[in-house]
């Protein structure tokens, strides 16, 4: 079946439930050809359950699902030779060496690519005679994105990619996503760390409780809902907020102990907050600033935190 247009992905009023739970509560959404798309939420937002729908391991209660034009419970076998999956959790024999996995994987295809320079792009080169017992977590999943690029797929699913990863590792892995896009695939990325989707995604879907409660860009879901810029710093003396309180910028400001926090929308806060400081002769240390995030963002509209 030909796509009629850019649309690679289309969803209308996707529902799933499990007994008495809505885990998928009547969403909808495109994604475009070359986008990475974003699905963000806490755990249990019912991430997993839309993204098992598009890759037709989960039959939809009620709504539409289509992949590349196809339907993935009517079209399964022909969807599956078109799109790659990296799972939240996954597992492999643990005395399979990392080459004989992608041999084998590229058997279970009738389009594979050579999958040697994909040792090289995910550096995995010195590891092909590795175990997959004695990886890294790191490891383990850059061989699962090799594992999902071995078909050249059109659309690659990524659930949660870099969960139990250290900082360093994760941010080898969001390169990695970026280059699944220049090699002109579709990312549709499913993730709880907002600042993830923030550095990765050209548009993000926020869920909460199966719902899409806000889609945009980063940049506009953040403008859009007004999220505040924060001055903190710390102070030796007894301080009066009325000073900061004062000044046209500022919309509130907040003390724990020796911790101040200056809330503003305008541009240019910082200056207004140091110049107020410096005029009244206020001694401070540790002034630092942090932008509105996406984080900001997903309290803002569900009054709940993120949690890892």
Not at 82 to 91: F, M, P
Not at 117 to 127: A, H, S
Not at 179 to 198: C, N, P, Q, S
Not at 236 to 262: A, C, P, T
Request: charged share 30%; proline share 3%; with cysteine.
């Amino acid at each position: 079946m030909k796509i009629q247009s850019d649309i690679i992905i289309e969803v209308k009023d996707l529902v799933k439930q499990y007994a008495d739970v809505t885990a998928v509560d009547h969403i909808s959404f495109e994604i475009h050809q070359g986008e990475i798309f974003g699905i963000v939420g806490p755990n249990g937002a019912g991430k997993t359950t839309t993204i098992e729908c598009l890759e037709g391991m989960r039959s939809p209660d009620k709504g539409t699902v289509r992949v590349l034009g196809m339907d993935p419970q009517r079209d399964g076998y022909q969807l599956r030779e078109r799109i790659g999956v990296q799972l939240q959790e996954s597992a492999l024999p643990e005395r399979i060496k990392v080459w004989e996995a992608l041999d084998m994987f590229a058997f279970f295809y009738s389009r594979w690519v050579d999958w040697h320079p994909l040792l090289e792009q995910l550096g995995l080169v010195e590891k092909s005679n590795t175990p997959f017992a004695k990886l890294s977590g790191g490891q383990k999943q850059r061989l699962f994105i090799a594992l999902a690029l071995v078909n050249d797929p059109d659309v690659v699913f990524l659930d949660e990619l870099t969960t139990g990863l250290d900082p360093q590792a994760r941010r080898a892995m969001w390169d990695l996503v970026r280059g699944i896009r220049e090699r002109g695939k579709t990312v549709l990325l499913i993730t709880h760390f907002m600042e993830e989707a923030e550095r990765l995604c050209d548009r993000v879907a926020i869920i909460d409780h199966g719902r899409i409660v806000a889609l945009d860009t980063p940049e506009n879901l953040i403008r859009s809902l007004g999220v505040e810029n924060r001055v903190i710093f710390s102070v030796d003396d007894s301080f009066d907020k009325q000073r900061l309180q004062m000044l046209s910028g500022v919309d509130r400001v907040e003390q724990i102990g020796e911790r101040i926090v200056v809330y503003g929308r305008r541009d240019g806060l910082v200056g207004e907050v140091v110049n107020a400081l410096e005029g009244g002769g206020i001694r401070f240390r540790d002034l630092r600033t942090e932008q509105p995030s996406l984080e900001d963002v997903f309290l803002a509209l569900t009054g709940r935190e993120m949690q890892e």
